[in-house]
């Protein structure tokens, strides 16, 4: 059943142009920043050089690859439940013998893998390269998870943004809302005199920055599982509610 | 026979607004019941309950005995729904889309392919597997909502209004695939079109204002409740009434008539005293539709000609 449901959203995925124009797009800019990443790192002499290239690229690129993958997510997200609501599609899920939390992981799980080419991105392009400059690979695989569970993240949130109304604008604006807050919220600490770093905790660019730089910590691997867990029930309350309204 | 489907006392209310007030009706394997109604009466409501998509406010419903409120996917197996939009997928071809409805059903693998001809043969789309459905015409679309709806064989299926947007032609051919349908299986369908119930149905449910105001079965042959006369220009409805053998006659437009007999005169005695009163007969219709006074009857709207 699920997996059903996962083949019908990559089917719609792959043979709709919204994913390969998010990927060419994410490409340019990504191939950009690369650029100038690189031509910094060759302009400076060994003694002024703060930090190696793979660290470098780890925090600009893969930075700038996990805001693509911000946008993204809402923008492929809206078609798989509000787009559905709108165009009566979704009738045929809820009158099916399926179950609801089935019908959530499967459209989670579909978006989840359309939007892995985009996590892989700035892999491909710091991969080229190899056998050129030193690289730390261990670090590029990293940066890759960290990106892919915040890219996680990110699906779950736009999916749950998508189950809240039937306009896939409106939707993509609530999923955007909700993920910029996500990504401010740890500036709040700076605003407060406590030492709590609750906010801090709260924002994921705060985790994926340990990613970036090589470390795969348990807490951050407990964030993204449980706020993903949180937006994914959310998401399934929601569409249990819309039978009882 | 065995019933398919029992609702008992069903109720819904959106805020302060009931759409549908204590129904109950039950249907029988090999019946088609019609749901009747004018827009708004809450028959989309009822159907919508009735394939579990809408949690009904108090109730029941039972499809072959199973709780749907209980025990909902076993029930959803047996049902087969075609909503008021055909719930379909622009992007996919119809081949692809039967394939993700038989999955959907649970349908086992290896029948997959044998249900989707089956399918598409019913409903006339066997040229159209490799379609795809963005450049599909309406009543196409609706051929395809029908195809998914019977595509697992279900016992009970639930069809609103199901000939919108379908040309004479693929109305009669659905007119007879409903029947045909309805040998083995339960059908309930929906409609404001009083001839398209009266044609295809067994059985009449009217609703009003979120009530069952009428439930019954349609005699086959069909009681003439009146004769509709069109004359020549020298008629008055007074020379009309005078005439032996009819117990009142009402104005219809210009020259135009519905009159009422008494018992033992038929439409023979009629002509014959229409001629010799000597007003010229251009037409002379029987007036069978039971079904069309017994729904302006209960809405409490007299018939206009």
Redesign the interface.
Known sequence: MIGAMIGRELRAGLVTPLLWILLSVGQVILAWIFLQVIENFSGLGADERVATLTQELMLNLFGFAAVIAMLSAPLLAMRMLSGEFRDGSFDLIDAAPIRLSQVVIGKFIGLLLLISPVCLLPAVNVLMLTGIGDLDFGQVATATLGLWLAAMLFSAIGIYASSLTAQPGAAVFVAFGLLLLFSIIGRAESLTATTLSLFGWLSWNEHLFWFLLGAVRLSDLAYFALFTALFLALTHRRLVNRRLQ | METLLRVTALSRS?GSHAALSEASFSLERGEVLGLLGSNGAGKTTCLRLL?????PTSGRIEILGIDLARH???A??H?G?L??????????RVD?YLA??A????IPRRRIATAIAEAKCRCGLEDSGQRLIAKLSKGFRQRLGIA?AILHQPPLLILDEPTEGLDPFQMRALRGLIRELARDCGVILSSHLLPEVQAVCDRVAILHQGRIRFNDYLATAQPIYGWRLRLGASSTVVKLTDLPGITGAVVMGEDRYRVLLEDGVDSAELARQIIQAGFELHELVPERSDLERAFFDLLGVEEQG
Not at chain 2, 83 to 92: D, I, Q, V
Not at chain 2, 103 to 106: G, I, S
């Open positions: 959106f394939s579990g998509m809408l949690a909902p996917l076993e959803r197996r049902l729904y909503p008021e939009h055909p719930p379909l997928y622009p992007e996919l692809e993700f409805c999955r959907l059903h649970q998914q």
